[in-house]
């Protein structure tokens, strides 16, 4: 797939002139304080390829978020001046990209989380190949995804997930297939299919 970044960044642009509101992927979320986050969408030319790099999440016994597949980010501190500082903020802390190798083409659809977070993700070109620095703490490796793969429907499924195991019904949320033997869903699947979608890419 060919990707021109000049198209992102216009597509991203009207978005935002459009005022596209929030779109959640978990439907019934709602009726608490949404807290602020921002995630990097990094995207990058491997071999002639564009892929999509995430993270996988160190395990830690009591985060429900732990070991899953994830963008570098996090939730705002106050001293941010803005959410896309807080994505290069956590994308440094996290993975070792200095902000200033990283091209931003815009904020993609922000989203509200089971967590009762908003988050807000930021489309960005980062150079490839380059010298991570993951955080072991936080991050327990990088995966890089191609773009094709991700667009491709016969790859991604919605299932019905329960959040609460008492919940009489489940909530439809995005599951893809197995790659390299993880899987990406919930939120950050969700922010992968919404700005796929702004851009036009899918099929």
């Known amino acids: 797939m060919i990707i021109n970044p000049d198209r992102i960044k216009q597509k991203l642009l009207q978005a935002q002139d459009q005022r596209m509101k929030s779109c959640p992927p978990l439907p019934g979320i709602g009726g608490k304080e949404m807290q602020p986050a921002a995630v990097l969408i990094p995207l990058l030319l491997d071999k002639e390829d ?52 990283v091209e931003i083409l815009g904020q993609s659809c922000p989203i509200t989380t089971v967590t009762n977070y908003e988050v807000t993700p930021y489309v960005g070109i980062l150079p490839w190949p380059y010298p991570l620095k993951l955080s072991p703490i936080e991050v327990e490796k990088t995966i890089l995804i191609p773009i ?46 919404d700005f796929l979608e702004l851009i036009k890419l899918t099929p």
Do not use: C
Not at 53 to 59: E, G, M, S
Not at 75 to 93: F, M, N, P, Q
Not at 185 to 190: I, V
């Open 50 to 101: 564009w892929k999509i790099l995430f993270i996988k999440r160190t395990y830690h016994k009591d985060d429900r978020h732990s070991g899953q597949f994830a963008f570098p980010g996090g939730r705002a501190d106050s001293g941010d001046v803005t959410l896309k500082y807080t994505a290069l903020r956590e994308a440094k802390e996290e993975i070792g990209i200095n902000p200033d190798d």
């Open 148 to 193: 094709d793969w991700l667009t491709d429907p016969i790859n991604h499924q919605v299932k019905f997930w329960k959040s609460d195991p008492s919940a009489a019904e489940g909530i439809p949320v995005i599951f893809y297939k197995e790659y390299l033997g993880d899987i990406l869903w919930g939120a950050t699947a969700q922010i992968v299919m």
